[in-house]
Nanobody
Framework: QLVESGGGLVQSGGSLRLSCVAP????????MGWFRQAPRKEREFVAA????????DYAGPVKGRFTISRGSGKNTVYLQMNSLKPEDTAVYYC?????????????????WGQGTQVTVSS
């Protein structure tokens, strides 16, 4: 139900912007987040944003480098990734849930995208 785009190959220190679009419904609330999964590793939290867009949360390794934001239509979320490192290489997944706040546990989310590959070369 969620459609991601924007992944690709970038050199270390570079930037990428991921986008995620939810179906164009009228939502009463829709918190959204990003997770990632590298080969042979568990899925991990990256960033989350509240329904209002006023509250955000970041995992420690990306804090100060990544920025999550919502589009004006509220059904779109972006992840701006700067100063990328090889350890950021993973499949990035967008997630959403019919709730208002920020959630860092993947089990809190009900809707998922198909994932987009981000590869950072050294």
């Amino acid at each position: 139900q969620l459609v991601e785009s924007g992944g690709g190959l970038v050199q270390s220190g570079g930037s990428l912007r991921l986008s995620c679009v939810a179906p164009d419904y009228t939502y009463s609330s829709l918190a959204m987040g990003w997770f990632r999964q590298a080969p042979r590793k568990e899925r991990e939290f990256v960033a989350a944003i509240s329904w209002s867009g006023g509250t955000t949360d970041y995992a420690g390794p990306v804090k100060g480098r990544f920025t999550i934001s919502r589009g004006s239509g509220k059904n779109t979320v972006y992840l701006q990734m700067n100063s990328l490192k090889p350890e950021d290489t993973a499949v990035y997944y967008c997630a959403a849930v019919d709730r208002s706040y920020t959630y860092s546990d993947w089990q809190d989310y009900d809707y998922w995208g198909q994932g987009t590959q981000v590869t950072v070369s050294s």
